[in-house]
């Protein structure tokens, strides 16, 4: 991302609609499976390839021994200023051993201009990935949504579900979930995109709109997280996660 990008994200990123429920739909997702690990009664070991500004990897922390990783120094220190542990690195060569960890999340990393090459990421990963450890990945969907907000975050490609399975299999992992995530207001945002690209808007999504409006974004958010936790898939979305196991 650009530099004033990460100040934006760590303002935000607990508050604000779209990181709110897209992680209450990467819990949904991630959660009941983690519990199964949990269970086996040892402390589990949890990396955030790509922690970004921490506050996920905070919430990895609470769950067991968390670490995380980022190729930005301003990520860095951001991490540090949420008190949490990160190490400078590349999703291309991380610096942990092999079988290190029982997780690993990646939450809007491999998209990015800065990961050269997504199949060596997602292979890189699954290397520090013990066997019958779960790894769960996020992007963007769909290039008909590409707009100005993905310039501003450097993004090199949008996704769509079979792309990401298909990464996840040639890695060597199974899938246990794919799914279209951000569907509910798919038509919101594919609208919004088009009248961008009309009137040649630039600029972050990250920001402030009306109260009722983020209300009724961050509830379609939480219903969306709501139904993927009873088993539901989605056909469509602005973004795509899978979850996977290492055999």
């Not at 690990?37 to 968390?66: Q, V």
């Amino acid at each position: 991302m650009k530099p004033a990008e990460y100040r934006r994200v760590f303002e935000a990123e607990e508050v604000h609609w779209w990181y709110t429920g897209q992680r209450a739909i990467a819990v949904a997702v991630l959660e009941p499976a983690l519990a199964a690990l949990a269970s086996r009664g040892r402390t589990l070991r949890l990396l955030d390839a790509g922690c970004g500004t921490g506050f996920n990897l905070a919430w990895l922390a609470a769950r067991g021994r968390a670490a995380g990783v980022d190729i930005a120094p301003e990520a860095l220190l951001y991490c540090r200023r949420r008190g949490v542990a990160a190490v400078c690195g590349s999703l291309l060569a991380l610096p942990f051993p092999d079988r290190s960890f029982d997780v690993v999340t990646s939450f809007d990393v491999i998209y990015h201009e800065w990961v050269k090459n997504d199949r060596a990421a997602i292979g890189e990963m699954a290397r520090v990935l013990r066997p019958g450890g779960l790894m769960i990945v996020r992007v963007p969907a769909l290039r008909i949504l590409w707009g100005a907000h993905d310039r501003e975050v450097l993004s090199r490609h949008r996704y769509t579900r079979s792309e990401l399975a298909s990464l996840l299999e040639d890695g060597g992992l199974e899938v246990q979930k794919a799914t279209y995530c951000n569907s509910l207001l798919f038509p919101v945002l594919l609208t919004r995109r088009t009248l961008d690209r009309w009137l040649g808007r630039e600029g972050s999504d990250v920001g402030s709109m009306p109260a009722p409006l983020e209300w009724a974004f961050s509830r379609a958010l939480l219903a969306e997280a709501a139904l993927i936790r009873r088993g539901l898939s989605f056909p469509i979305g602005a973004s795509v996660v899978a979850l996977a196991r290492k055999p």
